[in-house]
């Protein structure tokens, strides 16, 4: 306890107080005696007008002697303050140790949100990277794992953005480096000489290195790179304690780019097996024209049930085989079967011609596989004669297709037969027809017919106004027929859930005639 009259002169000092404040003898000016901190607090206190006692929760505090204090006033009647010193250090020292865990905690929180919210390999380096040097360092390296001698580096220097570079470097040529990159435990600071870093590890503008961290940045299964933090030559070096907080924030980061690298694999995979299920985009085959167009059930979805192909005639003089059908079932479970199925009926492409052994063949491979769908379907071989072109249709439980005659007149092809995959034997119809140059066969999925909208938003689509929209076609491209009946469903449908929906023309081109050049020689058609 230490006493203090209202003109600043000590007036009595225990012993506690003593050994703390040595110089403090009654009648010593207690500015002189006490730290600034302390006679100020009093000439606060014993002045005149002072206000309400002093916040005992806030109290003045400071160093005396290497040791932290808190002073508590008491006043006095005869105006004197009698302050007592209570040694806070320990407290202080759990506060702040306190303060930097909650910081620490609540840094490595944000660091998983920030890392885990994007899936972008590039974006994920550059966000670890900037938080590194922001909290951990004064410039941090992302790098990402070796490509050959060729490592992928984001760099950041605190207060700047990332820049990303490629360097040609033999990884075990930097102390440290290689063990981090294959994810061996990391090589301690202090084993690590600034000096010998590379020209490529300090950024420019951040002058030399005073001391270096470099730790794994672990991942799922295998090594998501390695993480390099720097400080300048000025700033001391890198605590015990710092570095393994740099290994719990390397420990999120590395999770974030090998959450981010794994789905970049995925997402390939899956866009390359997506192409593979797609139906394809067709076109003029052998002078016969050909036009599809393909809806998925959800518009979420890019594969669905529904699928189509055209195989060009291996030989010229040749029919071209088009096939259609539709599995039952939606979504990817659905297109996976349609996969099977086109890759079979591709298998049997020398079979062609006869369409009643393909489809039994067929028929055969979706019973002993472990699929319980079954599927409709249709084929038609389509062979160019002159300006015409001649068709086969056979039909596998499939809607019947539709031709479109010059006129506008709608028929409908009478083959028939039951579907694939759910019956040991199948019997199939096989018919022939010819198109005219202008003329269309339609080939078209339930899905169509089926679509549930119009005015009052459940009435189906149905096959007489399928017909109707056909009619109004005669004449047109393939292509243009296609457009015609998906935009006539999509209005139809309006944003209605609906399924699948697959339609492909086959057309025989129109043809123009040719005369010579003095008008009266015959002439030719072309296409």
């Given at each position: ?8 002169l000590?007036?009595?000092c ?18 002189e ?21 002093p916040?005992?929760h806030q109290?003045p505090?400071?160093?005396i ?11 006095r009647d005869?105006g ?7 040694d ?9 140790a306190l303060r930097?865990?909650q ?8 660091a998983?949100?920030s ?5 972008n390999?590039?974006?994920?380096m550059d966000?670890?990277?900037r938080?590194?040097?922001e909290?951990?360092?004064?410039a ?12 992928p580096?984001?760099?950041?220097l605190r207060?700047?953005?990332?820049e ?12 440290g480096?290689g063990?981090a990159?294959?994810g061996f435990?990391?090589?301690?600071s202090?084993?690590?000489d ?18 270096i ?10 090594p ?6 720097l400080?300048?030559a000025d700033?001391?070096?890198?605590t015990?304690?710092?570095e393994?907080?740099?290994r ?8 974030g780019?090998?959450a ?5 694999e995925?997402?390939s995979i899956?866009d390359?097996?997506m192409?593979?299920l ?6 003029r085959?052998?002078?016969?024209d ?9 518009d ?18 040749d029919?071209s ?6 599995v ?7 297109a ?6 086109r ?7 020398p079979?062609a011609?006869?369409h009643?052994?393909?489809?039994d ?13 079954f ?29 479109v ?41 339930d ?12 009435e189906?689509?149905g096959?007489?106004?399928l017909?109707r ?9 393939a ?6 009946v998906q935009?006539?469903?999509?209005q ?14 086959i057309?025989?081109?129109r ?10 020689t015959r002439g030719?058609f072309?296409?």
């Amino acid at each position: 306890m230490l006493i203090a009259d209202a003109q600043g002169l000590v007036v009595r000092c225990n012993e506690a107080a003593g050994q703390v404040l040595p110089a403090a003898a009654p009648g010593a000016p207690l500015a002189e005696v006490v730290p600034d901190w302390l006679g100020e607090a009093h000439a606060g206190l014993c002045s005149p007008g002072r206000p309400t006692p002093p916040d005992p929760h806030q109290a003045p505090a400071g160093d005396i002697g290497g040791r932290y204090f808190e002073a508590h006033p008491t006043v006095r009647d005869d105006g004197s303050a009698a302050w007592w010193l209570v040694d806070a250090t320990d407290h202080r020292l759990v506060r702040e140790a306190l303060r930097m865990e909650q910081e620490r905690s609540a840094f490595l929180a944000k660091a998983s949100s920030s890392l885990l919210s994007s899936l972008n390999l590039e974006r994920c380096m550059d966000v670890a990277a900037r938080m590194a040097a922001e909290k951990l360092a004064d410039a941090a390296l992302v790098i990402a794992p070796a490509r050959g001698q060729r490592l992928p580096v984001v760099t950041c220097l605190r207060g700047g953005d990332p820049e990303t570079a490629t360097v040609t470097v033999a990884p075990d040529s930097v102390p440290g480096l290689g063990e981090a990159l294959r994810g061996f435990p990391p090589v301690p600071s202090r084993w690590i000489d600034p000096s010998t870093a590379p020209a490529w590890m300090v950024p420019e503008g951040m002058g030399p290195a005073g001391s270096i961290v470099i730790t794994p940045l672990p991942g799922h299964g295998v090594p998501a790179g390695a993480l390099i933090l720097l400080r300048k030559a000025d700033t001391t070096a890198f605590t015990e304690e710092e570095e393994i907080f740099a290994r719990l924030f390397a420990a999120r980061a590395g999770a974030g780019m090998s959450a981010a690298r794994l789905y970049a694999e995925q997402s390939s995979i899956s866009d390359l097996l997506m192409r593979e299920l797609l139906p394809p985009a067709l076109h003029r085959v052998s002078g016969v024209d050909f036009a599809g167009g393909y809806r998925p059930s959800a518009d979420h979805e890019r594969i669905g049930g529904d699928f189509y192909d055209v195989h060009p005639a291996s030989d010229e003089g040749d029919a071209s085989l088009v096939l259609l059908g539709d599995v039952c079932g939606k979504g990817l479970e659905a297109a996976v079967l349609t996969g099977r199925i086109r890759n079979t009926l591709h298998a049997l492409l020398p079979l062609a011609d006869d369409h009643q052994r393909m489809l039994d063949l067929l028929n055969t491979s979706m019973l002993s596989s472990h699929h319980t769908r079954f599927a409709t379907m249709v084929l038609a071989s389509a062979l160019r004669r002159g300006n015409t072109v001649d068709l086969k249709l056979t039909s596998g439980g499939h809607p019947n297709p539709l031709i479109v005659r010059a006129d506008g007149t709608v028929e409908e092809a009478a083959t028939h037969g039951t579907l694939i995959g759910a019956i040991p034997t199948i019997a199939c119809t096989t018919v022939t027809t010819t198109l005219a140059p202008g003329e269309s066969c339609v080939l078209y999925t339930d899905g169509i017919t089926e679509a549930r909208g119009g005015p009052m938003g459940d009435e189906l689509f149905g096959e007489e106004r399928l017909k109707r929209a056909l009619a109004a076609c005669a004449g047109m491209p393939a292509e243009g027929v296609v457009e015609h009946v998906q935009m006539l469903a999509g209005q139809w449908l309006g944003d209605r859930p609906h399924d699948d929906m697959a339609v492909v023309v086959i057309s025989a081109p129109r043809t123009h005639h040719l005369s010579a050049v003095n008008g009266h020689t015959r002439g030719r058609f072309t296409a």
